[in-house]
């Protein structure tokens, strides 16, 4: 009877986790954004993808992304020394997710949607986290698999609530660095950063990165020489 008992639970158990996990999964796939494609001149972006919108609205520019994207304006080049930054900020935290997903500023852009591509991105999250990570041409990873806690990332209040976050990138001779809200959070060598397969070097496009199915908008995105 214990055998048989246990028998029916599992299989109601399997039942229902089966009937549950497609709905989750659904959540973390590509949304198809209504009247997507760039709509700011001279802006482009990879993957090329209708399922993702850049537009520009003054000096603002909106993003909301289905797949992941990285966009730039390939007249942005910066090199030598130099600080990348914006203001990034999501109106309503996780609108269009059931998980946090991160946006940020884009460096040492070379070969830019091509298989060949290289660059840089510091990232914030609204639950106070951040990541580096790059292409080179394939992804490469500066602090770890997994995004990482810092008191200076800012948190929204809940879902649905706005969270701002001013991210800034520097170049410094031998130095590459992350801050976010005026506190650095990431510093590495820059022999860390450019190398085979990671940069071909740190001059070259900025931009910005935002992950898949968010919500945003940029303002004062510019290039500071050193």
Not at 132 to 152: I, K, L, S, Y
Request: a negative charge; hydrophobic letters at 35%; aromatic letters at 8%.
């Amino acid at each position: 009877m214990h055998r048989t008992r246990f028998s029916t639970f599992a299989v109601v158990l399997i039942v229902l986790t089966c009937s549950v996990s497609p709905v989750q999964g659904q959540s973390s796939e590509d949304r198809a954004i209504e009247g997507g494609g760039i709509f700011v001149p001279g802006w482009m972006g990879s993957p090329v993808s209708k399922d993702a919108k850049l537009s520009v609205e003054g000096d603002v520019l909106y993003v909301k992304t289905g797949p992941a994207m990285t966009y730039w304006n390939p007249e942005n080049t910066v090199s030598g020394n130099y600080t990348v930054s914006a203001v990034f900020n999501e109106p309503a935290y996780m609108n269009i997710n059931d998980h946090p997903h991160p946006y940020g500023i884009v460096i040492g852009g070379n070969d830019l949607g091509t298989d060949q591509q290289s660059y840089l991105y510091c990232a914030a999250y609204g639950n106070g986290k951040f990541i580096v990570r790059g292409m080179g041409p394939e992804p490469f990873q500066m602090n770890g698999r997994r995004p990482e806690d810092h008191e200076a990332v800012n948190k929204a209040a809940g879902q649905g609530k706005p969270v701002t976050q001013e991210i800034a990138v520097s170049v410094m001779d031998d130095k590459v660095e992350c801050a976010i809200n005026g506190t650095v959070v990431a510093s590495y060598d820059k022999s860390a950063v450019v190398g085979e397969g990671k940069l071909k070097t740190t001059d070259g496009v900025y931009g910005i990165r935002f992950a898949h199915n968010t919500d945003g908008m940029v303002t004062g995105l510019r290039a500071i020489k050193h």
